[in-house]
Antibody, heavy 121, light 109 residues
Framework: QLQLQESGPGLVKPSETLSLTCTVS??????????WGWIRQPPGKGLEWIGTIYYSGSTYYNPSLKSRVTISVDTSKNQFSLKLNSVTAADTAVYYCVQIWGNYYYYMDVWGKGTTVTVSS | EIVLTQSPGTLSLSPGERATLSCRAS???????LAWYQQKPGQAPRLLIYGASSRATGIPDRFSGSGSGTDFTLTISRLEPEDFAVYYC??????????FGPGTKVDIK
């Protein structure tokens, strides 16, 4: 059974870079119909799509975050990563990594448990 | 950009009752690109419905999805205690990608 696990610092200072990694286990990140993505949820609020990557390295970002986001993939480690630079308190959220089915249908069928990132000095 | 609106914001019902949740899009959405998720406190969302009406693996048949174009509905035929949660609809489009509705909270009356 496919599992996703987020890892990274839980506390980031304002103006610095938030860096998270998602480790995929129980399956390959190189599956042809799957994409991989990051979703975030500020405290008490709804879900926001951050971006998506294919195992080949093709990326798709939320235009509202595009100038600050980089998502990368390491197929040798079965991992993908998120970098969000110039963070502010508004970036405080639970960050989820997800597997996305992207062939005719588009949906997020496997979610990591999420990791809380707080932006504070 | 397609904006999703969910109504009502909160639905107060008793176990055994029927829940009808609405998701309305600002522009037409392909049914293939419409999904529903359930989120309980402290947990990650869980996929319930994809393609507007197809149940995900392991989802009980009391959950059903319907709709097309700009109006979609998630129905829970008889609420079980574990169904009280927040429900989100999601759509996929070429730009900006994925968007979610603001959610509907189903709580116990």
């Amino acid at each position: 059974q496919l599992q996703l696990q987020e890892s990274g610092p839980g506390l980031v200072k304002p103006s610095e870079t938030l860096s998270l990694t998602c480790t995929v286990s129980g399956g390959s990140i190189s599956g042809s119909s799957y994409y991989w993505g990051w979703i975030r949820q500020p405290p008490g609020k709804g879900l926001e799509w951050i971006g998506t990557i294919y195992y080949s390295g093709s990326t798709y970002y939320n235009p509202s975050l595009k100038s600050r986001v980089t998502i990368s993939v390491d197929t040798s480690k079965n991992q993908f990563s998120l970098k969000l630079n110039s963070v502010t308190a508004a970036d405080t959220a639970v960050y989820y990594c997800v597997q996305i089915w992207g062939n005719y249908y588009y949906y997020m069928d496997v979610w990591g448990k999420g990791t809380t990132v707080t932006v504070s000095s | 950009e397609i904006v999703l609106t969910q109504s009502p914001g909160t639905l107060s019902l008793s176990p055994g009752e029927r829940a009808t949740l609405s998701c309305r899009a600002s522009q037409s959405v392909s049914s293939s690109y419409l999904a529903w998720y359930q989120q309980k406190p402290g947990q990650a969302p869980r996929l319930l419905i994809y393609g507007a009406s197809s149940r995900a693996t392991g989802i009980p048949d009391r959950f059903s999805g319907s709709g097309s174009g700009t109006d979609f509905t998630l129905t829970i035929s008889r609420l079980e205690p574990e169904d009280f949660a927040v429900y989100y609809c999601q759509q996929y489009g070429t730009s900006p990608g994925f968007t979610f509705g603001p959610g509907t909270k189903v709580d116990i009356k």
